[in-house]
């Protein structure tokens, strides 16, 4: 009786949701079967619309996708569809993609021209984060727009620096991070945006 008493206290508890996340997981779920029933063509109007319409984001925070390699976008996209990596905004968009959204998604941003460089009004800036790159970051991060990796140049500068204090404070979790964490662990706040400032006035290529 005692067992049986138990297992009715822990369902009752279970069943206890508050009703403001109850609310949230309905909209998130709405939203979600709205995305879904969107042809491929309104799925990207939606992306642009914090993207930028050529890819190229003005939107404080968000990234530009113009340019940037069809893996690196398909798997990112992938990662968000199975919430390997996490971001609150990214799920309700990611998760009803097909695989064929994923791989034209791919395709779309990368056949855009990759971000225009930024106004270097810092070269004293520029001049640093391009001694303490010294090369470093293109090994991996190629300039040609190719691999699995994000292409650099250009990119917002708000976002490098929080994407970089995201991986050194472990709040950038879920798959693909290889060793952006241990690299991020490494550089001081003004390092990062030495290195944000020098790759956003980059060209691309």
Known sequence: MRFIGGVAALLAALAIVPAAAQAQKAS????????????FQDKLSVCLGCHGPKGVSDTP???SL?????????????FFRYDQRKSETMAPFA????????QKFGEYFASLP????????DPALTEAGKELDNGHCEICHLRTGQGDT?????QREDYFVKSLQDYKNGLRSGR?????PEVAYSLSDAEMRELAHYFAVQPGH
């Open 150 to 154: 994000p292409r650099l140049d250009g």
């Open 176 to 180: 693909g991070l290889g060793v952006m």
């Open 95 to 102: 998760h009803p993609l097909t695989d064929d959204d994923l």
């Open 61 to 63: 925070g968000v990234p």
């Open 28 to 39: 998130d779920n709405s939203a979600e079967e709205a995305f879904k029933a969107l042809s």
């Open 114 to 121: 990759p971000p225009p460089a930024a106004p270097d009004n």
């Open 66 to 78: 113009a340019g940037q390699p069809v893996n690196f976008i398909e798997y990112q996209l992938i």
